[in-house]
């Protein structure tokens, strides 16, 4: 069973600086199944990135993803106020389905 | 307005059952799986299962084996997610979700959540 870990857990850093999260799997998988979901408080989980590096339909272009095999990272390059939130990496396995990440959270600082 | 708009909150006692409804809109309803993704309070993301909506087979993650059940209604375009044997462990907001289509396997539209309290 593929398990994903995800880090920091929490990140602190101000608007307009630049946010790097990552998410390493504990083996290697195929990057067409690995997602990013942004999670705003009391919302429900929005996608950014699917197959690992292709946006979503309507997500800003300082929103980047990327890796491959164990590593892969989510890049936010100037951060706005509301990308303050929970960040989740997802992955598709044929015999285990669907899991996250446990999510880092992006603060403010 | 493409949307899935999920069922109001419950509180139900230990031992009881809850059955959530998905309803589907703004696309075509059997086009595309649907998967039902849980979240205890300060926790993370859980995957419960999916139901493909055109034939109605299921796929349940191993730990729901057995105590979820997910059915749908093509008629009104509506999905159920039905969990048994409910604990104090199962109090969460579930979620359905549409997944996108192969080969790129994520979700892309998201219910607004059913908060479900198990409490004695």
């Known amino acids: 069973e593929i398990v994903l870990t995800q880090s920091p857990g929490t990140l602190s850093l101000s608007p307009g600086e630049r946010a790097t999260l990552s998410c390493r799997a504990s083996?290697?998988?195929?990057?067409?199944?690995l997602a990013w979901y942004q999670q705003r408080p009391g919302q429900a989980p929005r996608l950014l990135i699917y197959?690992?590096?292709t946006r979503a339909t309507g997500i800003p272009d300082r929103f980047t993803g990327g890796g491959s095999g164990t590593d892969f990272t989510l890049t936010i390059s100037t951060l706005e106020p509301e990308d303050f939130a929970v960040y989740y990496c997802q992955h598709y396995g044929t015999s285990q389905g669907f899991t996250f990440g446990q999510g880092s959270k992006l603060e403010i600082k | 307005q493409v949307q899935l708009v999920q069922s109001g909150a419950e509180v139900k006692k230990p031992g009881a059952s809850v059955k959530v409804s998905c309803k589907a809109s703004?696309?075509?309803?059997?086009?595309?799986?649907l998967h039902w993704v849980r979240q205890a309070p300060g926790q993370g993301l859980e995957w419960l299962g999916r139901i493909a909506p055109s034939s109605g087979t299921t796929n349940y993650a191993q730990k729901f084996q057995g105590r979820v059940t997910m059915t749908r209604e093509t008629s009104i375009g509506t999905v159920y997610m039905e969990l048994t044997g409910l604990t104090s462990d199962d109090t969460s907001v579930y979620y359905c979700?549409?997944?996108?289509?192969?080969?790129?396997?994520?979700?892309?539209?998201w219910g607004q959540g059913t908060t479900v309290i198990v409490s004695s």
């Open positions: 979700a549409r997944r996108r289509q192969p080969p790129f396997l994520a979700f892309d539209l």
């Open positions: 703004g696309y075509t309803f059997s086009d595309y799986y």
């Open positions: 197959g690992a590096s």
């Open positions: 083996q290697s998988l195929s990057s067409t199944y």
